[in-house]
């Protein structure tokens, strides 16, 4: 049996081959390009996008501003700094100068003028103070501080120290000052005073015989130690020109020591500091050295006085 024979169209067949692969191209597209189109954003996130850049744009208008400053600054940076080398180059010559006229003035001769004599002063007599002589000790100061020690071992030399605190106050009249201090370890510091503060008295007779009184009564309360360092302490204390320390023996302190320290407060005030050893002292070689030493660095003078 034949088959018929049948005319198929090409242009046909090949029209709904390339529609069908541009619609698979397509769909592809789409497939591919699908979460770019949901991540375009929104109105909103233009608008922050927008506003971002703006900001960016004010930023970018500072920082030229700043610029602009910075270069302006630096331009008066620059003045200042021609401005400070002339000023330096302008001193440099004016030191240039004066050296010129020191020199000027080095060499200028001058006049010597002829010594002129001056007659010495007449000598005037002084008629103040009094000059003590116990053993050689002597001051014309006019105003005196008597410093007692009271310690126990000065009852041996009771009488002793009462006649020569007598003969102390023997010459003072009128035109001097004084007071009396007695000191001790009790073992407490204790300091008996005449008069009872830190003044001084005029030395009237009535005053004087009050001081004898209270000298001798001294002579009853003997006890304790001997604390020099902290007497002469409270006798630089008073406006007096002499202090005159009476003592039988060492001092609690060590000698050197008292006589560093108080050598160094009375270095401005200069107050004479007179030293009397009572007693045997010349079996005491170490209270005669503290004395010496004592006095000799403050104007003073040093005798002993012994039964």
């Known amino acids: 049996m034949r088959i018929p024979e049948r005319d198929t169209a090409v242009f046909s067949t090949s029209a709904i081959d390339l529609f069908a692969s541009a619609l698979g191209a397509f769909i592809l597209l789409v497939m591919l390009l699908f979460p770019y189109y949901q991540n375009a954003g929104t109105n909103e996130a233009f608008a922050q996008t927008e506003a971002i850049m703006e900001q960016r744009r004010l930023a970018a208008g ?10 302006e600054l630096q331009s008066e940076l620059e003045r200042l700094e021609l401005a400070n080398q002339g000023m330096r180059s302008s001193i440099s010559q004016k030191r240039q100068q004066l050296s010129g006229l020191e020199k000027q003035v080095a060499n200028i001769p001058v006049p010597v003028p002829s010594p002129e004599v001056v007659p010495d002063p007449e000598p005037v007599a002084i008629d103040y103070g009094v000059e003590f002589s116990i053993l050689g000790l002597a001051t014309e100061a006019h105003s005196f501080v008597i410093l007692i020690d009271m310690s126990g071992s000065m009852i041996n030399y009771a009488d002793l120290m009462i006649s020569s605190v007598k003969e102390l106050l023997a010459p003072l009249n009128e035109r001097n000052e004084f007071a009396i201090i007695g000191y001790q370890g ?58 005159i320390l009476l003592s039988d023996g060492e001092p609690n302190s060590p000698p050197g020591f008292i006589i560093e320290k108080i050598s160094s407060l009375n270095q401005f005030r200069q107050t004479e500091i007179h030293s009397v050893a009572i007693g045997d002292y010349t079996h005491n070689r170490s209270l005669v050295l503290f004395l010496q030493s004592l006095s000799r660095l403050n104007n003073g003078d040093f005798v002993g006085v012994s039964r």
Not at 62 to 71: Q, R
Not at 192 to 199: E, G, K
Not at 221 to 242: D, I, M, V
Request: net charge negative; hydrophobic share 40%.
């Open 186 to 243: 009790n073992p407490e510091h204790v300091l008996w005073r005449f008069p009872a503060s830190t003044s001084l008295l005029q030395a009237t007779p009535e005053n004087l015989k009050e001081a004898r009184i209270f000298t001798e009564n001294l002579s009853r309360r003997f006890f304790g130690s001997t604390p020099t360092y902290f007497a002469l302490q409270a006798a630089l204390e008073y406006p007096a020109n002499s202090i």
């Open 62 to 71: 500072k920082v030229e501003d700043m610029m602009s400053t910075a270069d």
